[in-house]
């Protein structure tokens, strides 16, 4: 059974930097496209971030310069590095599988003006 489990989130003060992971179980990661998404209170749910199996990136325009998604193929895990963070940014944040449609749990961003 495939399992996707994010951490890194938590409280933190605009401008600041928060590092998320996506850890697998069940499959390799490297094998898949994976991207990340977030979901402010009584908003959609919204792509943020995109890593493709050949390590191309893209991001939503409102992260660009800002969010970096990155690949550990040895560790399995993909990366979402946020740097200088946005109150606008806080969001449970969720990394997907498109590819098996399947969803982390989430992980709980709050950033502070």
């Known amino acids: 059974q495939v399992q996707l489990l994010e951490s890194g989130g938590g409280l933190a003060q605009a401008g600041g930097s928060l590092r998320l992971s996506c850890s697998a179980s069940g499959t390799t990661l490297s094998n898949h496209g994976v991207a990340w998404y977030r979901q402010a209170p009584g908003k959609q749910r919204d792509l943020v971030a995109t890593?493709?199996?050949?390590?191309?990136?893209a991001y939503v325009d409102s992260v660009k310069g800002r969010f970096t998604i990155s690949r550990d193929s040895a560790k399995n895990i993909i990366y979402l590095q946020m740097n200088n963070l946005k109150p606008e940014d806080s969001a449970v944040y969720y990394c997907?599988?498109?590819?098996?449609?399947?969803w982390g749990q989430g992980t709980q961003v709050t950033v502070s003006s």
């Open positions: 997907r599988l498109p590819s098996l449609e399947i």
């Open positions: 890593i493709t199996t050949g390590a191309f990136v």
